[in-house]
Each structure stands twice: as C-alpha cells, then as structure tokens.
C-alpha cells in the first residue's frame, strides 16, 4: 500500500521504516530539512537499535523516500499517519499545534481518492473528531483559492476536488530503545474509528505484522486487534501509560518503606510479581520514570479529566511520589557525604532509559540540577551521549570519554541509567581511582555484594 508518514521522530520514522521493510512504499515528510537531509543519506537521526539497518535496505529496495514537501507526501498516500511531537505545555496540558498544522496542510493538499488519515501522535481525547474538523478546514481553504479572480457568479459552480477521508485512532505504544522489535511485536493494535472502510484498510495495512511474518517467535497467535470508537482509543493510549507509570510509583513507595524497615524491594517484587495478577513488568524500582511519554501524558490526562470536573487523585499522587522519588539519590548522597558542596559526583549514564539517546526529562538532568544548586561539581559519562554531539546541549556537567575517566577525583557515583555495559565496568579500578568509594545505585542495577568486594560503599533503592 502507499503510505506517507509526516513527522519522522522516535515514532514515525520507525512506523515508515518497519511499514516499508514489510513491502509499503512509503514516504516519509519533515519539516526538519537537516533531517530530511540525514535521512536521504541513509542515516538515522535518532539512536535506536536496528532503525538504521532496516532504514537502509527500504531504501536501496526503494520502498522507502524522504521529503519536506507535504503536498508530495499526501498525493502518495493512500494512508496518512500524523506523527509529530505533542509536547507538554506548562500547564500539563498537551501542545497540538503540530498536529494542527499537519491536519489543515493534508486538507489543503488533498488532491482525491479516498484517503485513511491516522492518528498515531498521542493526542488529547476528542481529537479525532478534531482532526477531522481541521481537515475540512484545509479544503476549505484550498477550495478559496480555487476561485478565479473576480470570483465567480453565482449560478457558478465552484471547481471541485475530492476530500474523502476518514480519521482513524491508532495509538503508539513502542518503547524508546526497542521500537522496532516492539513495532514487529506488538502485543495489540487498537484501531479507533466508524469507518468500516477505513478500519479494512488499515488491517489490510498490518496484516504481515499481525500474522506475525516478522515476528521474534512467528508461532505465537495472531496480534489481536482492537476496533474501538475514537474517544476509547485515545484513551486506551493515555490509560495505558497512566498505568504503568502508577505501578512504577507504586513499587516506589514501596521500595522506600522497605529502605525504613530493612526490607529488600528486589525480593519484595519477585514476590509480588509472580502472582499472575499482577505481573512481574515494570516493577522496577529506582530513582523514578521519565522520557518523553509517562510525565506528559500523566499530567495531559490528569488535566483533561479537571476539564471535565473530575480530579484525577490517584494519578496526581502517582506524579507527586515520582518528583520526590527524582530526588531520592541526592538524599542518599547527602547522608553518606553530608555536605555536598565542593565535593564532585559522578554519574553513570544520562539519558532516561538505556538504549536510546532521548534526553526529553531525563531524572539525570534533575539530579544535575540540584547537585549544581548545592554547590557540586558534576560529571558524567554516558554511553551514547559521550560520543555524539549530544553533550554540547547539556549545561552544568563535564561529560567525560569513559567510566574510569568519570570515576577518578569522585566522592561519588550515582548510577543513574541502566546501560548493559555498567554491569561489567573495572570496578576495582573505578573504586581506587575515587576520593571515596561510594556507589548511589539508582536502578538497583548492581550485585550489592560485588561491588562491595570492589571496594565500595554501595547504597541501593529499597535494598
Ligand atoms: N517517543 C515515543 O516513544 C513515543 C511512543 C508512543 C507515542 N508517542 C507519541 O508520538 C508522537 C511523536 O513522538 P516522537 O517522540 O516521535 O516525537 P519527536 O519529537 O521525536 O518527532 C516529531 C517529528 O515531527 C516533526 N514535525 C513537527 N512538525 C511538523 C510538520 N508540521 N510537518 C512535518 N513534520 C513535523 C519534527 O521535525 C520531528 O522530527 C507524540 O505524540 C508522542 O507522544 C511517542
Ligand atoms: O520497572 C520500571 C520500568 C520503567 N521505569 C522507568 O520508566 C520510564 C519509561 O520507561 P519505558 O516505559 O521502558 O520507556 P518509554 O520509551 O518511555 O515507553 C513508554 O512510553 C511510550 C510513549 O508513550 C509508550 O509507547 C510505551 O508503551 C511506554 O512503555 C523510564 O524512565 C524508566 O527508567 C522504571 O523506573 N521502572
């Protein structure tokens, strides 16, 4: 099928990038010229494992074009995902004008024949219809253009061209760091919408992914689909990271009445974990969520639900214990160290979740700012951030070339993000190369006994 995706970020660019590899002929728009620039050359703009080779071989298959021209990539569609950024403002709202702008320019260059327009950017409850309103807009607009000079008399018939489209809801729910496995192997697809024909369409789209022709285990069952009404999808996605977010939270609070009471978190997970109600995932506990995704859509759906009178308690608390869980390394640091000021602390890792080079409210970036607000000095190195330009955006840290480099000088690490590569680091030399050796483990990452034999001080999370 012919696809244009506009917006080539964490989510569109995987979207084209796997729909192409499955035999799409897709067309992907930015209004970023310096990414489309990068991606016409074969290179990703973003990090993330194994966009780059399926990238490449779409695009020697020519399955795959890059373009800032929207107008382009809407007559070749015949599916139109919209997938550009929806940031938070700072009222905790979300910024559409992105998908606003998006919308009214597919309306102004609809050019005929039935189109599929797709939601895939996370966006408020009730933009679907909204969507589709803005649309309308852009032919509209179009359509005034159309007129010839002098206008035209009123037994005249304007000049028409075809706007027939339906909006679908097709809510993301990859994970930076492993979008594209988790875009082979979803474990649902939810489709929004009362479009029978649009919904065809769009299962027609899936189909190989569904019938898991690229799937890690091509036996298990079809990927279920979920053909919903708008609202419900769009709530499906918010719900959805509300959870998750809550339970991270919930574990949280846990983790810091074990650190009261003696009690391991790790243990107290697996316990609870293997009960099949409740799951073993995302029962990590650490220095709190971030990225890109759960603090926005938290706080948008906390503040659609004020909109319509109701006030989301249980999420709020799931936000409070989060912002006061960002902060748990630096207490620990100040009741090991004491004062913190003139001492140099170092941290492993920076970006909010291994695997990625997302930045976007990264608890590193708290931690950086309190610690310069106590008069530390603060180093860093991360995986892929020491090595890309990535660090020239950063403020109040040195980041530094590798592990051994950041521990010498320290009266303290803190690892902050759970890269693979920390877990087999020279230990015994960081620890002598230190003022002090002491280790804040932020994601519980470490063996505690083995980095004792290493020589450190070691401090978990409610462990
Ligand atoms: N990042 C994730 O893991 C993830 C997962 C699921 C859902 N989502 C949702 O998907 C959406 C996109 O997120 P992202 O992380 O990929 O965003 P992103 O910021 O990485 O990418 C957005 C892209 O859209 C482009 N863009 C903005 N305005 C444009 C326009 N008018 N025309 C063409 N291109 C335009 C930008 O240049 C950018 O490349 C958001 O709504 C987000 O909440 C994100
Ligand atoms: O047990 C856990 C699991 C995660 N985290 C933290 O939670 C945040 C989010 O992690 P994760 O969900 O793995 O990454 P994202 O890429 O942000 O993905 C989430 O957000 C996406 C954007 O909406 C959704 O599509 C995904 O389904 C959803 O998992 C990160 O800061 C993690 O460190 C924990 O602290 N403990």
């Known amino acids: 099928m ?76 015949e599916v139109l995902f919209i ?195 409740i799951g073993n995932k995302f029962l990590q506990a650490g220095i709190g969520w971030g990225g890109s995704c759960f603090p926005k859509d938290v706080s948008a759906l906390i503040h659609t639900a004020d909109d319509y009178g109701y006030e989301a308690q249980l999420l709020k608390s799931a936000v409070s214990v989060n912002e006061r869980q960002r902060l748990i390394a630096l207490e620990k640091l100040q009741k090991v160290l004491k004062i913190l000021k003139g001492k140099t602390i170092g941290l492993l890792g920076l970006t909010f979740k291994p695997d990625t080079d997302d930045l976007r409210d990264a608890p590193a970036l708290n931690l950086i700012e309190q610690l310069n607000r106590l008069g530390a000095k603060v180093k860093a190195f991360d995986p892929i951030v020491s090595q890309t330009g990535l660090r020239h955006g950063l403020s109040g840290v040195l980041v530094e070339t590798d592990a051994e480099r950041l521990a010498d000088g320290c009266d303290a690490l803190v690892l902050v993000t759970e890269w693979q590569q920390f877990s087999t680091l020279d230990y015994v030399k960081m620890a002598k190369l230190m003022a002090h050796p002491v280790i804040i483990d932020g994601r519980n990452f470490l063996d505690p006994e083995a980095m004792i034999r290493a020589g450190f001080q070691y401090v978990g999370v409610g462990r």
């Open 2 to 77: 012919r696809v244009c995706v506009i917006g080539t970020g964490y989510v569109g660019l995987v979207t084209g990038a796997c729909l192409a590899h499955i035999g799409h002929d897709v067309i992907c728009v930015d209004n970023n010229e310096e990414k489309v620039k990068l991606m016409k050359s074969g290179q990703s703009p973003i990090f993330e494992p194994g966009l780059s080779e399926i990238m490449q071989s779409a695009i020697q298959a020519e399955k795959i074009h890059f373009t800032s021209d929207l107008a382009a990539g809407v007559a070749h569609g």
């Open 83 to 277: 997938a550009v950024g929806t940031p938070p403002l700072p009222t905790g709202e979300s910024d559409t004008r992105y998908v606003e702008a998006v919308a009214r320019g597919i309306g102004e260059n609809l050019n005929g024949g039935y189109k599929v327009i797709v939601n895939k950017s996370t966006v408020p409850i009730g933009s679907g219809d909204w969507v589709r309103m803005l649309v309308l807009d852009g032919v509209a607009e179009r359509q005034k253009t159309l007129v010839p000079a002098g206008g035209v008399a009123s037994n005249e018939k304007l000049p028409e061209f075809a706007a027939e489209f339906d909006v679908i809801s097709n809510p993301e729910f990859l994970r930076e760091g492993s979008a594209v496995h988790d875009t082979f192997n979803p474990d649902r697809i939810v489709l929004g919408g009362n479009s029978q024909r649009a919904v065809g369409l769009m299962r027609q789209l899936y189909a190989p992914i569904v019938e898991r022709k690229y799937a890690v285990d091509q036996s298990l069952p079809p990927v279920p689909i979920l053909a919903t009404d708008l609202s419900s999808a769009e709530m499906i996605k918010y719900a959805a990271n509300a959870f998750l977010a809550t339970k991270i939270s919930f574990i949280n609070e846990v983790a810091n009445i074990c650190d009261r009471v003696g009690a391991d978190v790790t243990q107290v997970a697996k316990g609870i974990g293997l009960d099949s109600r």
